[in-house]
């Protein structure tokens, strides 16, 4: 099982530019995230999944969009990049909803 | 409201004991994560609390207060490999969202 995976490993833009960010499960999991990490803060949740088919807003959804046509994939895109959106971003899987969160490597974004 | 606090920054000696705090109040609360991630890489879950007490899984142990809202990581026999940060992370009934902390950074020195 590979797990979680994420591409790219890195990646810069520039101002207005769009981009979409890959992410991938091959553990059968239902539930998917998209995350960002900011230095010196706590994860804050974009989007997540409960299923194929089926996407809502976590707490800071501006600027982003996803969707997820399978269970595998859940790929995150930006729209019109800002420099507010550098950071480094996480995607996640877990089987249910109080389950455990397996993380992806991670996609660091610098927009410049 | 949902809030999570956690230390900044730890330092602690090779082969010692270190305690890293979490409090927390977030509202239907369910359960707390712990994970921890090396620098430049991702979380990596450690423990899940659910009951008040104490779980241990050999090193690491994490404790659990409901009615204080207070959970702890306690690393024992600390390693150079354990330089790492540790994130909590606070669960709502029924709810999607995790509420995280900021992380700690635990810096081991020799």
């Known amino acids: 099982n590979a797990g979680v995976t994420q591409t790219p490993k890195f990646r810069i833009l520039k101002i207005g530019q769009s981009m979409t960010l890959q992410c991938a499960q091959d553990?059968?999991?239902?539930?998917m995230y998209w995350y960002r990490q900011d230095p010196g803060m706590g994860l804050k949740l974009i989007y997540y999944?409960?299923?194929?088919?089926?996407?809502d807003k976590g707490e800071v959804p501006n600027g982003y969009n996803v969707s997820r046509s399978t269970t595998e994939d859940f790929p995150l895109r930006l729209e019109l990049a800002a420099p507010s959106q550098t950071s480094v971003y996480f995607c996640?899987?877990?089987?249910?909803?109080?389950?455990?969160?397996?993380f992806g490597p991670g996609t660091r974004l610098l927009v410049l | 409201g949902q809030n999570i606090d956690q230390p900044t920054e730890m330092t602690a000696t090779e082969g010692a004991i270190v305690q890293i705090n979490c409090t927390y109040q977030t509202s239907g609360f369910n359960g707390l994560f712990w994970y921890q991630q090396h620098a430049g890489e991702a979380p990596t879950f450690l423990s899940y609390?659910?009951l008040d007490g104490l779980e241990e899984k050999g090193r690491f142990s994490s404790f659990l207060s409901r009615s204080k809202g207070y959970s702890y990581l306690l690393l024992k026999e600390l390693q150079m490999k354990d330089s790492a940060s540790y994130l909590c992370?606070?669960?709502?009934?029924?709810?999607?969202?995790?509420?995280w902390g900021a992380g700690t950074k635990l810096i081991i020195k020799p």
């Open positions: 996640a899987s877990s089987y249910g909803v109080q389950e455990t969160q397996y």
């Open positions: 609390n659910v």
């Open positions: 992370a606070s669960q709502r009934r029924g709810n999607y969202q995790l509420i």
């Open positions: 999944s409960v299923g194929a088919g089926i996407t």
């Open positions: 553990m059968n999991h239902n539930y």
